[in-house]
């Protein structure tokens, strides 16, 4: 003991007030903090409930249906529309975004995200509906056509119809979209066992 120094000896109520705050303070770091975003407090997802009733039979040996029991399952889907922005690694992203596209290029990427249209890989690029709804120039939507061409996110199908590379952007389940018009267009490349 340090000279001089006394020993303070806790009264019996302090020492539980201690006890009380170590078990509460251990409680609050066991439980997650959830910050919630600010943007949805006061707006929240807009969703649809789907509700799904289904009954398991089983087949008997002898080719009698033995009902067995029903199930019942609720889940949500988002209300709003959406269209699904694969990102491949990120400095790719950086690369693609912010190096082989200039503004022009980007405005247009933008606008093909908001406009894609449902399960479908091509898309019309009229430059006068472009700049009416961009604000663009007619100059500028061609330059940026080029860029989004020349960066492998559109190709030309026809005049003013364009192919949208699907490993960038699809309005849809791409999966299923591609399995009904050819299963070899898709490549399995990993296994997930359950």
Not at 88 to 103: A, I, Q
Not at 175 to 193: A, C, D, M, S
Request: proline content about 3%; aromatic content about 10%.
């Amino acid at each position: 003991m340090i000279s001089g120094t006394k020993t303070l000896t806790p009264t019996k109520m302090e020492y539980y007030y201690y006890l009380s705050l170590c078990k509460e303070i251990t409680k609050m770091a066991k439980e997650k903090v959830v910050e919630i975003n600010p943007f949805v407090v006061n707006n929240p997802i807009k969703v649809v409930q789907v509700n799904a009733e289904g009954t398991i039979t089983k087949n008997a040996k002898d080719g009698v249906l033995y009902e067995g029991s029903i199930i019942k399952s609720s889940y949500y889907i988002d209300s709003a529309e959406k269209v699904n922005i694969y990102k491949h690694s990120v400095g790719y992203m950086d690369e693609f975004l912010f190096s082989k596209l200039k503004s022009k290029g980007r405005d247009l990427y933008l606008h093909i995200i908001h406009r894609l249209p449902k399960n479908q890989d091509y898309m019309q690029l009229k430059i006068s509906k472009v700049t009416s709804c961009t604000g663009m120039s007619r100059n500028s939507v061609v330059t940026a056509i080029k860029e989004l061409k020349t960066a492998g996110i559109i190709a030309s199908k026809a005049q003013s119809l364009y192919w949208i590379n699907p490993e960038f952007m699809f309005n849809g389940n791409r999966i299923t979209f591609y399995r009904n018009i050819q299963e070899e267009l898709l490549e399995t490349v990993g296994k997930i066992n359950r």
